[in-house]
């Protein structure tokens, strides 16, 4: 009997005792495997995928911190004088009064004059001023808070970071503005006391 014979011989027999075919379970059998090996093959590309991935996310991350902290130490190009800083908190409805500003000094000295309001507690005006200039700036009428920080200008790194001290100083007397008021601020010769500016903040001393 030949191995054709003896295939046929027992398929014959599986099926007058109702079994399944050998073929036909070789078949299933071999699907199963076929199955088993793409869903490994799944699998793999899947934690292939995701160990790409996960550095790639950290790198970035990484990145964007350090992008962060060197920006806060790099400096930025100080703005003309009279340049001027506007809060959400101002309103530019108002009337308004002149405020001149005069720095001694040489360009390479930078002012940064922050005008805070009394009646609402907030910062509204900031103004930029260079050593040795005299500067006429609108502003709203109101009790205003004086603040100044200056420093070199090269070193200046935004309102965010001032020119890196940690310290600023604070005009004793507050200024009155009313639509009259024409007059100057001699921000050197003006009495004030030492502030103290918010340490790693990232504020200034801006509210």
């Not at 990484?62 to 902290?69: E, I, N, P, R």
């Not at 400096?75 to 003309?80: A, I, L, R, S």
Request: proline share 3%.
């Amino acid at each position: 009997m030949g191995l054709d014979d003896r295939d046929y011989m027992r398929e014959r027999y599986r099926r007058r005792q109702g079994l399944a075919s050998g073929r036909r379970s070789a078949r299933l059998a071999s699907g199963r495997g076929e199955i088993s090996r793409f869903g490994s093959a799944l699998v793999r590309a899947l934690l292939i995928g995701c160990l790409a991935i996960v550095p790639l996310l950290l790198v970035k991350v990484y990145s964007g911190v350090l992008t962060a902290q060197l920006q806060s130490l790099m400096p930025v190009p100080f703005p003309k004088s009279g340049s001027v800083y506007v809060t959400k908190a101002a309103d530019l409805q108002r009337r308004q009064g002149l405020l001149r500003l005069k720095a001694s000094g040489n360009l390479a000295t930078g002012y940064f004059v922050i005008l805070h309001e009394s009646e609402v507690g907030k910062d509204v005006l900031g103004v930029y001023l260079h050593g040795g200039d005299n500067i006429a700036v609108p502003v709203p009428v109101g009790h205003y808070r004086v603040r100044i920080a200056n420093g070199n200008v090269g070193l200046w790194r935004g309102i965010e970071h001032l020119f890196g001290s940690t310290t600023a100083r604070e005009l004793l007397a507050p200024i009155r503005v009313t639509a009259a008021t024409d007059r100057t601020l001699d921000l050197e010769a003006s009495i004030g006391r030492t502030l103290q500016l918010k340490h790693n903040s990232n504020a200034g001393f801006l509210d």
